[in-house]
C-alpha cells in the first residue's frame, strides 16, 4: 500500500501563502496521479488540484486558478501545494491523495472515489 502524510499547514493572514507538502511511501509504483482535495467546516470534501506524476498533466478548481499551483518531486516522493493570494474561503482542512487510475494522470479526477489513497490532513486557517 502507499502512505501519504501531509505537513505545512497553519495560519496565515489573508492575502498570504502557505505551502504544503505530500510525502509518499510504501508501494509508490502503484500511484500516477496526486493532488488535494480541501474540507471546510459545514461543507462537503472539494477537488482543489492534481498533477500526472509521470506526463506533468495540471488540473485545477476554478476557485483556485491563478492562485495554487502543485508540483512534484519524483525523487523524493512528493507533491507540493503553493498556495497564493489566500482568502477566507480558503480555510479548510487540506487533504493528500494518491490515485491509481491512468485516467486521472490523463484528464484529471474530480470526485473523491476516484482516489485509492489519503492522508490524514493538515489544518490551513486563513485569517481576515
Known amino acids: 500500500q502507499v502512505q501519504l502524510v501531509e505537513s505545512g499547514g497553519g495560519l496565515v493572514q489573508d492575502g498570504g501563502s502557505l505551502r504544503l507538502s505530500c510525502a509518499a511511501s510504501?508501494?509508490?509504483?502503484?500511484?500516477?496521479?496526486m493532488g488535494w482535495f480541501r474540507q471546510a467546516p459545514g461543507k462537503e470534501r472539494e477537488f482543489v488540484i492534481s498533477?500526472?506524476?509521470?506526463?506533468?498533466?495540471?488540473f485545477y478548481a476554478d476557485s483556485v486558478k491563478g492562485r495554487f499551483t502543485i508540483s512534484r518531486d519524483k525523487d523524493k516522493n512528493t507533491v507540493y501545494l503553493q498556495m497564493d493570494n489566500l482568502n477566507a474561503e480558503d480555510t479548510a482542512v487540506y487533504y493528500c491523495?494518491?490515485?491509481?487510475?491512468?485516467?486521472?494522470?490523463?484528464?484529471?479526477?474530480?470526485?473523491?472515489?476516484?482516489?485509492?489513497?489519503w492522508g490524514q490532513g493538515t489544518q490551513v486557517t486563513v485569517s481576515s
Open positions: 510504501g508501494r509508490t509504483f502503484l500511484v500516477v496521479a
Open positions: 491523495v494518491g490515485a491509481h487510475s491512468y485516467h486521472c494522470s490523463q484528464y484529471g479526477c474530480y470526485d473523491t472515489g476516484a482516489y485509492d489513497y
Open positions: 498533477t500526472s506524476l509521470n506526463e506533468g498533466n495540471t
